[in-house]
């Protein structure tokens, strides 16, 4: 829903040919873009950088839509964890922003799953769900979950964050060495040993991991940190996969990687009335 009070300077509505409704912000540190359909980050350009997300190309962008890249949100599921759509009801829903501010360093936005929109969708359940966004020379992102229901409720989450490479071949992943990790293309459990290098399809959720992450490709080196998370997903589809996806191209895998802070598989959260859990992802050039 687009609000009728003023925006900063710097911050405004925009929509794209197809019709879709953003949130733009223009600020001497950071040039970014927010869907309002699934509170959707869709590009963060820090001054002086290339865009900390990836996007593919192929995605009209269309309303009505689940967006192929930026920072998709998961929630109150992941994966096909419960029944129902694909990774939950947010990213496929219509969020309100309910704060906007800026000062000489960044731009902080907030935006609400409306209450009405959770209720139609999840009539056994209830929630207050935000996401704030922090966006500067890093971007940081807080997804906020509290039970405003009457019993416990249980939730699984990511942000599935897209990142961009410059080739996945040149691509090392450090900060991974020795945690265990549940492969679900095999569904066994292993172990890390060093670096990770992308040379297949992965989709890999690390456990009992919240150490700081490091995404190198020759180029430039991201620090994705983590907090309210005790799993990480790393997923590419890789040649075949990639092929059969929706709005996304058939050599798109070879310039991106998912790491996705999250709360998955043996990391799932069960909340007591009036309980909050707090999601946030960080990430930033060094």
């Known amino acids: 829903m687009i609000s009728t009070s003023p925006l ?31 509170a959707h980050l869709v590009s963060c350009i820090p001054s002086g950088q290339a865009d900390l997300l990836w996007m593919s190309p192929c995605d009209a962008q269309a309303p009505g839509g689940v967006l192929r890249g930026g920072v998709p949100l ?36 907030r935006l609400e799953l409306p209450a009405t929109t959770q209720h139609d969708a999840l009539p056994d359940e209830s929630w207050a769900l935000s996401l704030e966004l922090q966006l500067g020379t890093s971007l940081q992102m807080t997804l906020t979950s509290r039970n405003t229901g009457r019993r416990a409720q249980t939730l699984s989450q990511a942000l599935h964050t897209y990142l961009p490479v410059s080739d996945i071949s040149e691509v090392r992943v450090a900060g991974l060495n020795g945690a265990t ?38 180029q430039r080196t991201l620090e994705i940190c983590r907090s309210g998370s005790a799993s990480v997903v790393l997923w590419n589809p890789w040649q075949d996969k990639a092929r059969k996806l929706d709005n996304f191209p058939a050599d798109g895998y070879r310039t991106m990687l ?29």
């Open 8 to 38: 900063p300077d710097g911050i405004s509505w925009v929509h794209n040919a197809a019709g879709k409704a953003f949130v733009e912000i223009e600020h001497s540190n950071v040039r970014a873009r927010v869907a309002l359909e699934g």
């Open 74 to 109: 998961c929630w109150p599921w992941f994966g096909n964890s419960r029944s129902g759509p694909a990774h939950g009801i947010a990213r496929r829903s219509l969020w309100q922003l309910t704060a906007a501010e800026r000062d000489e360093q960044s731009v902080r936005l």
């Open 181 to 218: 990790y549940l492969d679900q293309l095999s569904g066994s459990h292993q172990v890390q040993q060093g670096d990770l290098m992308i040379e297949r399809e992965v989709d890999r959720i690390y456990l009992q991991h919240s150490q700081p992450i490091y995404l190198s490709d020759g």
């Open 258 to 286: 998912c790491i996705e802070a999250a709360n998955a598989a043996a990391d799932s959260r069960t909340l007591q009335p009036g309980e909050h859990h707090s999601l946030g992802c960080s990430i930033r050039q060094i």
